[in-house]
């Protein structure tokens, strides 16, 4: 089983900085499967980014993925008020499917 | 657009069975892997099970294999998670997800609210 370690646990920025996220795999992750999810509160998560680096339907430029192998990152170039959330990463290039343990947006 | 309808959620016993049911429209749901995937309390994301477009292939996370069973019907548009022998630990909110399929396993791109399963005496 591939485990996902997310980090930082918790960020914390402030609205218009950069955030970087960063999701590290057990072992190499086939063809770059991995994936980006946002959740809010009390809200489903939402996809952002899939195959590493390709943006789902709809999700603003500001979000970016990037990364092979065992390593990933998902950066925000511009915090909006809205992107304070936990962000989860996922692989499925391996079975059995596994998420990282989340790392989360915090207002500073 | 897509939607994902769940139902289906509540409380239950422990090793009680409750099925959760799932209404997609607005997409081609024949062609389209299904999941649920569940997230406990403050925890994180699991996939729990996911079933092929025809509804031949599915896979199930140990943590469930034996006592839940994912089903499909095509032509209502719907998928199913039955579950039985329920334990605590499965007490999450349970998302129904559409699937797309990646030679290995599928990523998760359109997500249903949610339906909570609390398992408690």
């Known amino acids: 089983e591939i485990v996902l370690t997310q980090s930082p646990g918790t960020l914390s920025l402030s609205r218009g900085e950069r955030a970087t996220l960063s999701c590290r795999a057990s072992q190499s992750v086939r063809s770059n499967y991995l994936a980006w999810y946002q959740q809010k509160p009390g809200q489903a998560p939402r996809l952002l980014i899939y195959?590493?680096?390709s943006r789902g339907t709809g999700i603003p430029d500001r979000f970016s993925g990037s990364g092979s192998g065992t390593d990933f990152s998902l950066t925000i170039s511009r915090l909006e008020p809205e992107d304070f959330a936990v962000y989860y990463c996922?692989?499925?290039?391996?079975?059995?499917?596994?998420f990282g343990g989340g790392t989360k947006v915090e207002i500073k | 657009q897509a939607q994902l309808v769940e139902s289906g959620g509540g409380l239950v016993r422990p090793g009680g069975a409750l099925r959760l049911s799932c209404a997609a429209s607005g997409f081609t749901f024949r062609n389209s892997y299904m999941s649920w995937v569940r997230q406990a309390p403050g925890k994180g994301l699991e996939c729990v099970a996911y079933?092929?477009?025809?509804?031949?292939?599915?896979y199930y996370a140990d943590s469930v294999k034996d006592r839940f069973t994912i089903s499909r019907d095509n032509d209502n548009e719907s998928v199913y998670l039955h579950m039985s022998s329920l334990r605590a630990e499965d007490t999450a909110v349970y998302y129904c997800?559409?699937?797309?399929?990646?030679?290995?396993?599928?990523?998760?791109?359109?997500w249903g609210q949610g339906t909570l399963v609390a398992v408690s005496s």
């Open positions: 079933i092929s477009d025809t509804g031949s292939r599915r």
């Open positions: 195959n590493a680096s």
């Open positions: 996922q692989q499925y290039g391996s079975s059995p499917l596994t």
């Open positions: 997800t559409r699937a797309p399929f990646r030679v290995v396993g599928p990523f998760f791109d359109k």
